[in-house]
Structures are given as C-alpha cells and as structure tokens.
C-alpha cells in the first residue's frame, strides 16, 4: 500500500473516532481521547469547556501549568518532559512543589490531561510524563 493510502485511511479513521465540541460558536475537533486535532484551535475557552467535562475546576496553579505547557508546545513543538517541566517552574529548587504528586493532585490524569487542555498533541514518548 503507498504512503498516500495509508495516510488517507489514517485521517478517515481520526475523522470517524474524533469528538467535535461546539465551543462559542466554534466547531473544535477533539480524538477519541479528547486531545485537539487542530493545535491552532486551543484557547482558554476550549481549556475550561474541556476541565469542566471532566469536573476540574482550574485555579491559578492550573492556569500556571497549562499556560507554560502552551507556551513550551507553540516554541518546540513537542511537549516537555516531566524533570523539564519540573525545573523550569521551580524559581527556589528548595522549595519545589512542581512535582509529580503536585500535578497529579492538581490534575486527576497527570501532566497528560494538563497538556490536553494546554491543546497539545497526543503526547508521544516520555512527553507529558
């Protein structure tokens, strides 16, 4: 099979299992695991829309985290790794609270639901963990 078909029955089988939120006025492409298919289509609205289906209320440190994950994703294309992520939200590595336990108590899923509303891309390899 050429590269061509195998990439065009990919995107039909993305198409087929995507979610589509409307989010004020906006028609937004999630997969099935509620990750954006269009980058482009992340804003703070769809953040919110997509915390509040999974009962996460976001506070500041929330904002914190998805802001940087944003902002990391738009410079390198790729979403950081935990020690990362970690070291470049800590200001006094004495006194961390970017860990781990943090994010997870943060975030139920992890550092992979605060990338899904920071409107990354499924993360791949050790990103996002």
């Known amino acids: ?8 029955i990919h ?4 198409i087929n299992t995507a979610e589509v939120l409307e989010i004020d006025g906006r028609l937004i492409a999630t ?17 919110e829309t997509l915390a ?18 944003h902002r990391f994703y738009q410079e390198f294309d ?3 790794e935990m020690p990362i992520l970690s070291r470049n939200l800590c200001k006094d590595q004495h006194n961390c609270r970017w860990t781990r336990t943090y994010i997870n108590k943060l975030f139920p899923g992890g550092a992979k639901m605060a990338c ?7 993360p791949v390899g050790r990103s996002c963990l």
Request: charged share 25%; hydrophobic share 45%.
């Open 31 to 47: 997969d099935s695991d509620g990750y954006l298919l269009n980058a482009e289509d992340w804003s703070p609205l769809v953040a």
């Open 52 to 69: 509040q289906r999974d009962a996460v209320v976001l506070g500041k440190d929330h904002w914190t985290l998805i802001d940087f994950l």
């Open 11 to 14: 995107a039909t089988t993305q």
């Open 78 to 80: 790729i979403a950081p």
């Open 1 to 8: 099979m050429r590269l061509e078909e195998q990439a065009r």
């Open 116 to 122: 899904r509303y920071a409107g990354l891309s499924v």
